[in-house]
């Protein structure tokens, strides 16, 4: 059976398109490749890739596809703020048309990358924190969190016996990537240790966070892939390996490095900077489908290390390694290259 990815080639992207070809899956990658090709240089002749943007998406992009999993758009709350109407573009809008253009063509099953940012309460309200499951009435309020649960419930609204939707809420990701990111928080602390010997935790790291281990993620994935329909069909499933404060994040990271003989320190930032915070149950995945994730911060942070040197990703000021920044970079380029025209 042949997978659509929109947006195969991004951070989790590219490891579930591995996932998937291990397992025997034809992929055909629906990708803008703002970040280059980087993340699928190894697999892209194994791979159908069509370039283009998920907001101009065509029918004729569903030809011989299976099932669709939709991972494209902005993917954090910089990126989303930064531009407020392109992040409701591709994560609302374009949510809606893949998915409409998917149940006309027949495409039974869509998987839809959301967020457990959708969760947040903030640190100021500590009697909102608790453990949140996929019951609990949410009312997201930043820009990206608001698109990616407007794109849910639009989602939902298309269900029916032959079509079958499935929302992952992820928690924040961590671990290695072929198109690598270090502004997610485990990832950046991991980058610090190796670029500068020691690491930040923001607002004394009191904010809670749920993470998980990107492998996992793509595991979940072809979970929901293969799972019968009845269990699956417009249900909302939140992928977390464990909740932690980040200052207990900082100290296992920490621990993690010295195993591999990098002594770093820890500098606790206290002040107060509008940071996130929530804690949600993965129980119900574990229940009905029996998933667990099982890959540690520790283990993920030892192999991080030795891929990140392994495959020279120490050029840890390039900007195609943080979201926000190199939208901006291509931005700059792009305001220059109308001046110039082609450069050569």
Do not use: H, Q
Request: charged content about 30%; proline content about 3%; glycine content about 6%.
């Amino acid at each position: 059976m042949k997978a659509l990815l929109i947006g195969g080639a991004g951070y989790v992207g590219s490891v579930l398109t591995e996932e998937l070809l291990e397992r025997g899956y034809s992929v055909k990658i629906f990708d803008r490749f703002y970040f280059g090709e980087r993340g699928i240089e190894k697999i892209k002749d194994r791979v159908e890739i069509i370039r283009g943007d998920m907001r101009n998406l065509k029918p004729d992009v569903l030809e011989g596809v299976g099932i669709a999993v939709n991972l494209g758009g902005l993917s954090n709350d910089p990126t989303a703020e930064y531009n407020p109407k392109a992040n409701y573009e591709m994560n609302t809008l374009a949510t809606k048309l893949s998915a409409e253009l998917c149940k006309k063509a027949g495409v039974k099953r869509y998987i839809l990358a959301s967020s457990c940012s959708i969760y947040d309460v903030g640190v100021k309200k500590e009697e909102k924190d608790i453990i949140l499951d996929e019951n609990i009435k949410v009312s997201p309020k930043t820009a990206y969190s608001s698109s990616k649960y407007e794109a849910e419930k639009i989602l939902l609204s298309l269900i029916d016996e032959d079509f079958c939707p499935v929302i992952l809420r992820k928690g924040t990701v961590y671990g290695f990537s072929p198109r690598m990111r270090y502004d997610l928080v485990v990832n950046t602390f991991v980058r610090d240790a190796l670029a500068k010997g020691y690491i930040i935790p923001f607002y004394g790291g009191e904010m809670w966070r749920p993470l998980i281990d990107i492998r996992d993620v793509a595991k979940a994935y072809v979970i929901c892939i293969e799972a019968d329909e009845e269990k699956v069909r417009g249900e909302i499933f939140n992928l977390v390996y464990r909740n932690f404060r980040i200052s207990e994040l900082a100290l296992r990271v920490r621990s993690a490095l010295k195993k591999i003989n990098i002594d770093i320190d820890i500098k606790p930032d206290y002040r107060y900077k509008g940071v996130r915070s929530y804690r949600v149950s993965g129980e119900k995945i574990k229940n009905k489908l029996g998933f667990s994730p099982s890959i540690s911060v520790e283990d993920s942070v030892v192999d991080m290390v030795e891929k990140i040197r392994r495959y020279d990703y120490l050029n840890f000021e390039d900007p195609v390694y943080y979201n926000i920044d190199w939208l901006k970079t291509l931005e700059k380029a792009e305001a220059i290259i109308k001046i110039t025209g082609k450069i050569f």
